[in-house]
């Protein structure tokens, strides 16, 4: 079973950058592919963007492309999500999520508050 804690949320000033971090474990090697999603109060929640875990392969929202940098850190079981010139729209509780097959994210972690301040 894998689990996932996110990390590096907080609150951060419009323009500015965050880095959210999220650790797998207890069977991180049957990863396909992670991704970030996020929902903010009274919205759906909506994909961000994922990372095949072999081969790196990476796909975005495109809404958020040029802003948005997902990574991965294999050995650590790692993957980050770097945000830059944040908007007080990125505000949301930011989740990843792991599929052990093609779109099928069954392991989530417990989300992590993003708050973007005008």
């Known amino acids: 079973q894998v689990q996932l804690v996110e990390s590096g949320g907080g609150l951060v000033q419009a323009g500015g950058s965050l880095r959210v971090s999220c650790a797998a474990s207890?069977?991180?090697?049957?990863?396909?592919?992670m991704s970030w999603f996020r929902q903010a109060p009274g919205k759906e929640r909506e994909f961000v963007a994922g990372i095949r875990w072999n081969g790196g392969s990476t796909y975005y929202a495109d809404s958020l492309k040029g802003r948005f940098t997902i990574s991965r850190d294999s050995a650590k079981n790692t993957v980050y999500l770097e945000m830059n010139s944040l908007k007080p729209e990125d505000t949301a509780v930011y989740y990843c999520?792991?599929?052990?097959?093609?779109?099928?994210?069954?392991?989530w972690g417990q989300g992590t508050q993003v708050t973007v301040s005008s």
């Open positions: 999520a792991a599929a052990s097959v093609p779109g099928d994210y069954k392991h």
């Open positions: 207890g069977g991180a090697f049957s990863i396909y592919a």
